[in-house]
T-cell receptor, first 114, second 113 residues
Framework: DAGVIQSPRHEVTEMGQEVTLRCKPISGHNSLFWYRQTMMRGLELLIYFNNNVPIDDSGMPEDRFSAKMPNASFSTLKIQPSEPRDSAVYFC????????????FGPGTRLTVL | AQSVTQLDSQVPVFEEAPVELRCNYSSSVSVYLFWYVQYPNQGLQLLLKYLSGSTLVKGINGFEAEFNKSQTSFHLRKPSVHISDTAEYFCAVTRGNTDKLIFGTGTRLQVFP
């Protein structure tokens, strides 16, 4: 089992550019979560999906952020346009189901917006 | 609404000493509780979880936690820490199968030789 796969691991971009982060959850897991981690705000849940359907996107900071899950094995988090304050580590996690079960985290994508 | 409070942002301790990382939660319904660990430049991984049954839960790497319903606490303990235990530790709570996981702000454990 390869675990949750995220790409890229590091991304450096300039303000105003579009950024797309990718996640492949563990096969068979029904729930997928996107988190953002910064020193100032800690770990924040941005959005989560269950069976490819967005369940709660209340953590998405603003319209510049969007997330999709076109199928059970792939999800994207897009920021357009990016801003320096978006600099953070973005984690994807998957779970056999939300709630009781363990969430398995990917290694994260470190995003730097200049 | 649920919330999680980790009372200590940093805990320094010498190697082989015992340690306790504190976690309190608030919820009006039954909850499931978790402790995750994050080593530098890595994602989070599960240390242990309480779903039901025995209130003393044992996890990986010699850690254990005790669920105390009356005090709404789920403190993490280890009798003797190693340098390799240096990491960030997160307490988390959820109500049930369709609810999201609420994380605390984390406690940085620093183990000194």
């Amino acid at each position: 089992d390869a675990g949750v796969i995220q790409s890229p691991r590091h991304e450096v971009t300039e303000m105003g550019q579009e950024v797309t982060l990718r996640c492949k959850p563990i096969s068979g897991h029904n729930s997928l979560f996107w988190y953002r981690q910064t020193m100032m705000r800690g770990l924040e849940l941005l959005i989560y999906f269950n069976n490819n359907v967005p369940i709660d996107d209340s953590g998405m900071p603003e319209d510049r952020f969007s997330a999709k899950m076109p199928n059970a094995s792939f999800s994207t988090l897009k920021i357009q346009p990016s801003e320096p304050r978006d600099s953070a580590v973005y984690f994807c996690a998957s779970s056999p189901d939300s709630g009781r079960n363990e969430q398995f985290f990917g290694p994260g994508t470190r995003l730097t917006v200049l | 609404a649920q919330s999680v409070t980790q009372l200590d942002s940093q805990v320094p301790v010498f190697e082989e000493a015992p340690v306790e990382l504190r976690c309190n939660y608030s919820s009006s319904v039954s909850v499931y509780l978790f402790w995750y660990v994050q080593y530098p430049n890595q994602g989070l991984q599960l240390l242990l979880k309480y779903l039901s049954g025995s209130t003393l839960v044992k996890g990986i790497n010699g850690f254990e936690a005790e669920f105390n319903k009356s005090q709404t606490s789920f403190h993490l303990r280890k009798p003797s820490v190693h340098i390799s235990d240096t990491a960030e530790y997160f307490c988390a709570v959820t109500r049930g199968n369709t609810d999201k996981l609420i994380f605390g702000t984390g406690t940085r454990l620093q183990v000194f030789p």
